[in-house]
C-alpha cells in the first residue's frame, strides 16, 4: 500500500507528532508498505531528517511559541491536498497531535479531496478538541466528568461552585500544555493567563484525586486498562515524554467488575462524541470506587512512551501491527 505519514505540523504538540511519525513510518515500512513521511507545514522530510527523528527524543517542554512561529503557525502547505504523496495514497496516516491537525480541519480538507485517512472525521475530531462540549456530550451518556467552568471567572465563583483546588487548562489543547494545578486562590489568575496563551478558551475544572487510567479503543474494541504512575502531582508533558519519570503499568491492577465498568464507560465516550477508527480516553478513580473521564483523544501518541501502544502490546498486538489495523480501520 501506498501510505503517507503526516506529522509535524504547527501545533505546540509537534515535537510529540514527530516523534509518533517517525515511529509509524518505520513500523509501517517493516510491514512492506511504501510509506512517505510529510510534514503538512514544510513538506516532504528527507531520509537525512528521518535519521534525525528516529532518536524518537521529544524533550522535557514543548517547543516555545516563537519556534513554532518558524513553521508557519496556523496555516498548512497551500496545496497539500493536491500533492501527489497526498491525493495519490491509499490512504494518510494522521501522526499529528493538536492544532489545526487535530481539530478537524484537516480531516475536512481530506474529506474534500476524497483523501482516506487514520482516525476520526472532522465533526468528531472537533468535538473531542473542543473539552467544553465534549464533556456536554460525555454527561449526556451517563459517562462521569467533572464539574467545570468556563472563563472568564472570578476566584469567588470558583471558589464557591468547584471549590479548590481546581485544573486550569486551555480547552482546545494536548499533551497537558498550558495547563495548571491551581491549590491556592492567588494562582488562579496567572494560571488562566498562561493556559491564555495556547487558546482563546480556557476550561477551569475541578480536580479529582485518585489514580490515573488510560483505555485505548481500537475499532469496537476496550485495550486492556492502563495505570500512569506519575513522579509529579499530575501526568504532565514532563512525565508523558521523558523516560523514567512515569511508571504504567498494563493491565491496571483493578477487579474484573472494575475492569468492565471503565472499559464500557470509554466506549460510551468514544459512541458519545461519534469517534472511528482508533481513541484513547482517559479517566481518574476515587478513592471511593468512581471513574470520571477526563477527555478523549483521537490521535494519541504513538511515541515509545506512549500509552496506546501499552496498551495493545498487553493485548499480544505489536506496534507494527497496531498501526497496520489502524490503516485498515481507515479503508473499512
Not at 524533550?59 to 519556534?67: A, D, R, Y
Not at 494536548?174 to 491551581?182: C, E, F, I, N, Q
Not at 494562582?187 to 482563546?200: N, P, R, T, V
Request: proline share 5%; hydrophobic share 40%; glycine share 10%.
Amino acid at each position: 500500500m501506498k501510505i503517507t505519514v503526516l506529522m509535524g505540523g504547527t501545533s505546540s504538540e509537534r515535537n510529540v507528532s514527530l516523534a509518533s511519525g517517525i515511529r509509524i513510518v518505520q513500523a509501517l515500512r517493516g510491514r512492506g508498505h511504501q510509506v512517505t513521511a510529510l510534514d503538512p507545514a514544510r513538506g516532504v522530510i528527507s531520509a537525512t531528517e528521518e535519521r534525525e527523528l528516529s532518536t524518537g527524543k521529544v524533550g522535557t517542554e514543548p517547543p516555545s511559541l516563537e519556534t513554532l512561529s518558524k513553521f508557519a503557525e496556523g496555516a498548512f502547505l497551500p496545496n497539500l491536498t493536491s500533492m501527489k504523496e497526498v491525493k495519490d495514497a491509499d490512504v494518510a496516516f494522521l501522526a499529528l497531535h493538536g492544532g489545526q491537525g487535530e481539530d478537524g480541519t484537516i480531516q475536512a480538507l481530506l474529506d474534500m479531496a476524497n483523501v482516506k485517512y487514520t482516525g476520526s472525521g472532522h465533526l468528531s475530531s472537533a468535538l473531542a478538541m473542543d473539552k467544553d462540549l465534549s464533556k456536554k456530550l460525555f454527561r449526556s451518556e451517563d459517562v462521569k466528568t467533572a464539574d467545570w467552568l468556563m472563563a472568564p471567572v472570578t476566584t469567588e465563583q470558583v471558589e464557591g461552585m468547584l471549590g479548590l483546588p481546581v485544573v486550569v487548562k486551555p480547552s482546545k489543547q494536548g499533551s497537558t500544555v498550558g495547563l495548571s494545578l491551581v491549590k491556592k486562590r492567588e494562582g488562579l489568575a496567572k494560571a488562566i493567563e498562561e493556559a491564555s496563551k495556547y487558546d482563546d478558551e480556557v476550561m477551569v475544572e475541578s480536580f479529582v484525586p485518585g489514580r490515573e487510567l488510560t483505555v485505548g479503543i481500537l475499532g469496537d474494541i476496550a485495550l486492556p486498562v492502563g495505570e500512569i504512575l506519575p513522579k509529579h502531582e499530575i501526568y504532565d508533558y514532563e512525565c508523558k515524554y521523558t523516560a523514567g519519570m512515569a511508571t504504567e503499568e498494563f493491565p491496571a491492577k483493578l477487579s474484573p467488575e472494575a475492569t468492565e465498568k471503565v472499559q464500557q464507560q470509554a466506549l460510551a465516550a468514544f459512541r458519545a462524541l461519534k469517534l472511528r477508527g482508533y481513541a484513547r480516553i482517559d479517566f481518574r478513580l476515587t478513592s471511593e470506587g468512581e471513574f470520571y473521564c477526563l477527555e478523549a483523544n483521537t490521535l494519541p501518541g504513538m511515541t515509545e512512551l506512549s500509552l496506546i501502544p501499552q496498551g495493545a502490546a498487553a493485548m499480544g498486538i505489536s506496534f507494527p501491527e497496531l498501526c497496520e489495523r489502524i490503516v485498515r480501520l481507515a479503508l473499512g
